[in-house]
């Protein structure tokens, strides 16, 4: 018989002891109003708290939560590891914090979501999207960023940096093993890639409720991910994208 979840939920946790038993037990009680299977898998990235080992008491309690770690750092190589070990059909990784909330998961999965879409985006611009409680000059250094995004490697997408995503298991297998950059543009990265391998994407309004222990750093995260795309496109150039997933 096939075992395999319907919906997998990856959170990577960076020193998160706070906020993960929250983002945990919002998940579980989500699970049990579906009609369908779901696992939980957090994976641990360099903390110096109880992160691992809260999410290794979860997952001692229940079966659907597996707690990993990663060996590199970078939020960018824990999503990598997570989608790559994750067993459903839809594959979504999500913030600790939950500054979206989980019940708007249904939105990024049919029946609500096409049947025909690869990828489903958050999106906190455009139709339906909503910012609340977020300082104006952290909007503004937002707007700033995606500005040079679109405008460098991304043109289509009006917010590529919210970290609520979610992939077809056959697109989550084809495009992570192509990943290269560790830190926080690993998913201006994936999008790039799934832009040249023809995936159908679609941006998802969300009400996003900022969080005032934001692990951001804007000006130096700003810097290092311009870098990163700097990257993305030299790595395009070199036509490392154009190689088999299966290969890697």
């Given amino acids: 018989m096939d075992d395999r ?10 020193n998160e002891e706070n906020r993960l038993p929250r983002a945990i037990e919002q998940s579980l009680q989500f699970l049990d109003e579906q009609p369908f299977s779901g696992e939980i898998i957090i994976v641990e990235n360099g903390s110096q708290d109880r992160t691992y080992e809260i999410a290794c008491e979860y ?3 229940d079966p659907r939560v597996t707690a990993l770690q990663s060996k590199q750092r970078g939020k960018g190589i824990a999503v990598k590891n997570g989608m790559l070990a994750a067993r459903g059909d839809y594959r979504m990784f999500l913030d600790v914090d939950l500054s979206m909330p989980i019940e708007d998961v249904s939105k ?6 096409d049947a025909d879409v690869d990828i489903a985006i958050a999106s906190r611009e455009g139709k339906d999207a909503r910012r609340i409680g977020e300082p104006q000059y ?3 250094m937002g707007r700033i960023f995606n500005s040079l995004i679109r405008l460098m490697i991304l043109p289509q997408y009006q917010d590529s940096q919210c970290g ?5 298991a056959l697109a989550a297998e084809d495009l992570f093993p192509l990943q290269t950059i560790s830190g926080w543009a690993f998913d201006t990265e994936i999008l790039y890639i799934a832009n ?3 995936y159908k994407v ?12 934001s692990r951001v750093r804007v000006v130096q995260d700003t810097l290092q991910m311009m870098k ?3 990257q993305i496109r030299r790595n395009q150039r070199a036509s490392y994208y154009r190689r088999s997933s299966q290969t890697e």
């Fill in 5 to 14: 979840p319907f919906l997998s939920l990856i959170f990577p946790a960076y």
């Fill in 59 to 61: 997952q001692s309690r």
């Fill in 108 to 113: 990024f999965i049919p029946p609500l979501l």
């Fill in 138 to 140: 952290r909007h503004i």
């Fill in 164 to 168: 609520f995503k979610c992939f077809r």
């Fill in 196 to 198: 040249l391998r023809k």
């Fill in 202 to 213: 679609q941006e998802i309004g969300i009400n996003w409720y900022f969080d005032t222990d």
């Fill in 228 to 230: 990163d795309t700097l």
